[in-house]
């Protein structure tokens, strides 16, 4: 068996930091995979102990049927810097820039993933499901991938302990480890980035826009509103910068 494992610490209560992974669409949509797979249907007791829920997956990400080598580009974290910086939030890069999680392929392989789509429909069953302390599920197949989220509160918050086990002949290459932490090493980051919005207007203005509209929307569709909002961005600053100018050359002469 191989196991993986990550924690971050995030500025939130377990409660809140808990319901967040519970859900399973709100999970789905700030992990980086978002885009490989979707949701089809939930059980009507879940998250209860033997509920299950099943999704469909295209080219088999991590832990489930054997190593990948693409790369989802999260747009989440540039969403962030962009919006806060629109409504007066102080966000460096160095704080919103996601770790990258995987390395750039050669044209041979990108060529062959390209033409390759593999889908899959898979179930996966709630093993245990304590709140606000731990989360546990897995892949419903010969070869489990289990997965253990566990939550501990600590004087700033709550610390989230993440743990993934599979099977041996689910592993690739020598590069499907470090991809795979990858993986998760965003997913987490962008869950403390989602939980810590709370408390002011601006951070709860941009919670909504999120729930409202981003987190639905696919990776190429992200990317697209991150686009117009840079160019808008870029026009409020080119605007504002003549209009200093303008003032500056008018007091001038």
């Known amino acids: 068996m191989q196991r993986v494992d990550d924690l971050v610490d995030v500025e939130a209560p377990c409660e809140d930091v808990f319901g967040i992974v519970v859900d ?6 700030l992990s980086p995979l978002w885009g490989l797979s979707i949701l089809l249907g939930v059980a009507a007791n879940y998250p209860k102990p033997g509920s299950s ?19 989802v580009q999260s747009a989440f ?15 460096t890069r160095a704080d919103w820039e996601p770790d990258s999680v995987a390395e750039r392929r050669s044209a041979p392989d990108a060529i062959q993933a390209q033409t390759t789509v593999v889908e899959k429909e898979q179930e996966y069953i709630v093993a245990e499901y304590e709140p606000p302390r731990k989360f546990i599920y897995y892949l419903n197949a010969d070869c489990r991938t289990i997965v253990t989220w566990r939550f501990q509160s600590i004087p700033r918050g709550t610390r989230i302990n993440y743990e993934e086990v599979f099977c041996d002949e689910n592993a690739g290459g020598e590069d499907f480890l470090p991809t795979v932490r990858g993986v998760i090493r965003e997913w987490l980051v962008n869950i403390k980035r989602y939980g810590e919005l709370r408390g002011s207007r601006g951070r709860l203005f941009l919670k909504w826009f999120l729930d409202r509209f981003f987190l639905k929307l696919r990776p190429d569709q992200r990317r697209t509103v ?3 909002l840079f160019m808008q961005a870029v026009a409020l600053v080119t605007f504002v910068v003549a209009a200093i100018g303008l003032g500056i050359a008018g007091l001038l002469f």
């Open 24 to 29: 399973i669409e709100r999970r789905m949509q």
């Open 53 to 71: 829920y099943r999704v469909r997956v295209t080219d088999a990400p991590f832990g489930i049927a054997g190593g990948t080598s693409q790369s």
């Open 226 to 228: 991150l686009l117009i």
């Open 77 to 91: 974290a540039g969403l962030v810097q962009v919006i806060s910086w629109k409504i007066g939030q102080s966000a």
